[in-house]
């Protein structure tokens, strides 16, 4: 499941890296593991996207890319609710 940044402070980011150019951030809880996201690095940069496919940002190191969830978590406002009605 997508956890959005604004309810990303509560728990630690755990990052994996599937690949040698890519590393995905997520959280784990009591009930499931969340996916925040992810960095690939592309040309040179390390481009930070989050789990809804936005840009965070582009950076010149991982850990600058990295670091940028958490300032995102710590200023992102909650997702508004969507009501979906039957069709």
Do not use: C, K
Not at 6 to 20: F, G, K, Q, T, V
Not at 59 to 69: K, T, Y
Request: no cysteine.
């Amino acid at each position: 499941m997508v956890r959005p940044l604004s309810e990303a402070l509560a728990l630690p980011i755990e990052w994996a890296r599937p690949s040698d150019d890519l590393w995905v951030a997520t959280q784990v809880d009591a009930d499931r593991t969340w996916f925040l996201g992810f960095v690939e690095l592309v040309n040179g940069e390390h481009l930070a996207v989050d789990g809804y496919g936005d840009l965070v940002g582009r950076f010149s190191s991982l850990e600058a890319a990295q670091r940028a969830f958490a300032d995102a978590a710590a200023t992102a406002e909650a997702e508004p609710e969507v009501a979906l009605e039957a069709a």
